[in-house]
């Protein structure tokens, strides 16, 4: 697999989940909460992280707020990675999660040494997301932007194997459009431990 993907090659799925179908899943955003989502890959150069963990969770006193269709549902995203090349880790601020009934937003968020600043949401369409906490399936995330498509895999389990691997890489392609050429891999260590990289050992057994 190139350590690169050529993201010219990079099309849009030819079938996603609908807002709809993604918070039946979820639960309402429910079930990607409290969680430590593991970046398999992706279509951005990810491989040159080692380590690649999210920890997704609701702004106090957002959780059992109702989704509505204009006042979003806040969570936060806690990023952390490690690099391959020289083991420098990258402890990111907190991304603000936007939820509502009509878009599931990321914002990114800029360090401007004084303050914190998130210009912009990034519109996110679920591609695939794991039932009843599966260890063994993807989350796919697919996002546009100025033109570029963009996948993230994410995973409650970074050890998973190369057969479910495989299984999922296959429903991607077939029922999706989606090659696994595109992506990137995340390298892990297959001795990784859980908690390892200073992530919380959260996720449901």
């Given at each position: 697999?190139?350590?690169?993907?050529?993201?010219?090659?990079?099309?849009?799925?030819?079938?996603?989940?609908t807002l709809e179908e993604f918070y039946v899943k979820t639960d309402n955003a429910n079930k990607l909460m409290d969680r430590v989502w593991y970046c398999l890959g992706g279509s951005e150069p990810v491989s040159d992280q080692k380590v690649f963990w999210?920890?997704?969770?609701?702004?106090?006193?957002?959780?059992?707020?109702?989704?509505?269709?204009?006042?979003?549902?806040?969570?936060?995203?806690?990023?952390?990675?490690?690099?391959?090349?020289?083991?420098?880790?990258?402890?990111?601020?907190?991304?603000?999660?936007?939820?509502?009934?009509?878009?599931?937003?990321?914002?990114?968020?800029?360090?401007?040494?004084?303050?914190?600043?998130?210009?912009?949401?990034?519109?996110?369409?679920?591609?695939?997301?794991?039932?009843?906490?599966?260890?063994?399936?993807?989350?796919?995330?697919?996002?546009?932007?100025?033109?570029?498509?963009?996948?993230?895999?994410?995973?409650?389990?970074?050890?998973?194997?190369?057969?479910?691997?495989?299984?999922?890489?296959?429903?991607?392609?077939?029922?999706?459009?989606?090659?696994?050429?595109?992506?990137?891999?995340?390298?892990?260590?297959?001795?990784?431990?859980?908690?390892?990289?200073?992530?919380?050992?959260?996720?449901?057994?």
């Amino acid at each position: 697999m190139p350590t690169e993907t050529d993201t010219t090659k990079v099309a849009a799925p030819t079938k996603a989940m609908t807002l709809e179908e993604f918070y039946v899943k979820t639960d309402n955003a429910n079930k990607l909460m409290d969680r430590v989502w593991y970046c398999l890959g992706g279509s951005e150069p990810v491989s040159d992280q080692k380590v690649f963990w999210e920890h997704w969770y609701w702004k106090e006193g957002e959780k059992d707020k109702p989704m509505d269709k204009k006042k979003a549902k806040v969570g936060c995203n806690h990023t952390l990675t490690i690099a391959v090349k020289d083991d420098k880790e990258a402890d990111y601020p907190i991304w603000p999660l936007k939820f509502t009934t009509d878009s599931y937003k990321m914002c990114p968020a800029i360090d401007l040494g004084c303050t914190i600043i998130t210009p912009i949401g990034l519109p996110m369409t679920p591609v695939m997301f794991p039932t009843d906490d599966s260890r063994t399936e993807f989350r796919v995330d697919f996002c546009s932007l100025m033109g570029k498509k963009m996948y993230f895999i994410f995973v409650l389990d970074p050890l998973i194997s190369a057969a479910d691997q495989d299984k999922n890489f296959e429903i991607l392609e077939k029922e999706h459009g989606i090659r696994k050429e595109w992506f990137n891999m995340v390298p892990w260590d297959p001795e990784y431990k859980i908690g390892s990289a200073g992530e919380p050992d959260i996720n449901p057994k």
